[in-house]
């Protein structure tokens, strides 16, 4: 039986959060209204737990990071919303289960343990790109184990097995799993846009997307690498690592939204997985 019940791709921009973003959050609403949707329809499957790969957690050049605190918690204080906080227990059986795996693959995880962020200057709170997304699933009832993942600058082959390493964890446990990619795509879509304007910005986003709705791992690996730097993106690797973790499996993946009027494109992605008894994953009717 397949345990992953769905996953999702979702943007993370801290004005989504209504004490953040307050009047502005309908400049986004198609945005909003489809991480309600993608939130709502993983919570109706019931996941015990969920998997958040981040790229705004701490970053290492040659590792992704993986949270082992008991209790994983973060707030909006950065962005002037303090009384705005989350916290989750840490799922430490399938942390343990991504370990194994990910070394039997030759990936590189660092384990974000409290003596370790004190040697890097490392916060052990939850950073935004996780936060955004878990606002919007604990807001549709979500109250179950948390395991925290930070993008490092691996290649992107890399990222990918990582997520196979997450799927075959996620078959090792008896409980039901979503997996949540969290990514933004260009910042480079408009003349005001927060790193600048590019041209190429737009078709990056559309490459992306059309591979997205393919499930093309191929296509993706093939881009532009010039277009990817000129795109600014900060998605691309966790959805790599979202491909990985689909990998292989009945998947229907549907885009619910994508929108930059900010500068930046925030897509939003449902991906329902079919279980291993006839039913389906996340949205599968």
Do not use: W
Request: aromatic share 6%.
């Amino acid at each position: 039986m397949n345990n992953l019940v769905g996953c999702a791709l979702m943007p993370h921009p801290p004005i989504m959060i209504p004490e953040v973003g307050k009047d502005e959050l309908a400049t986004i609403s198609a945005t909003v209204t489809a991480m309600d949707q993608a939130a709502h329809a993983l919570k109706e499957y019931n996941p015990q737990t969920v998997v958040i790969m981040s790229p705004h957690g701490p970053v290492f050049k040659d590792a992704v990071s993986i949270s082992i605190h008991p209790r994983l918690k973060g707030n909006f204080s950065a962005f002037g919303a303090p009384d705005v906080s989350l916290g989750f227990e840490a799922d430490s059986l399938i942390v343990r289960h991504i370990l194994k795996k990910a070394e039997r693959l030759g990936i590189n995880l660092v384990e974000l343990t409290e003596d370790v962020a004190k040697n890097y200057r490392l916060s052990l709170q939850l950073d935004h790109g996780a936060m955004v997304p878990l606002y919007y699933l604990h807001k549709a009832g979500f109250k179950g184990q948390l395991v925290h993942l930070s993008v490092g600058m691996l290649a992107y082959e890399e990222m990918y097995t990582l997520g196979k390493a997450v799927q075959t964890a996620v078959h090792m446990v008896d409980k039901k799993v979503a997996v949540i990619a969290s990514g933004d795509l260009s910042h480079r879509l408009t003349p005001d846009a927060p790193a600048g304007y590019s041209p190429r910005g737009q078709e990056f986003d559309r490459q992306v997307l059309d591979a997205l709705g393919k499930l093309d791992v191929k296509q993706l690996l093939a881009m532009d690498h010039s277009l990817i730097e000129e795109a600014g993106e900060c998605g691309l690797r966790p959805i790599f690592f979202l491909m990985g973790v689909l990998g292989g499996l009945e998947v229907t993946p549907k885009i619910l939204s994508y929108e930059g009027p900010f500068g930046v494109g925030y897509a939003v992605g449902l991906f329902s997985v079919k279980t291993g008894k006839g039913g389906a994953g996340a949205n599968g009717r």
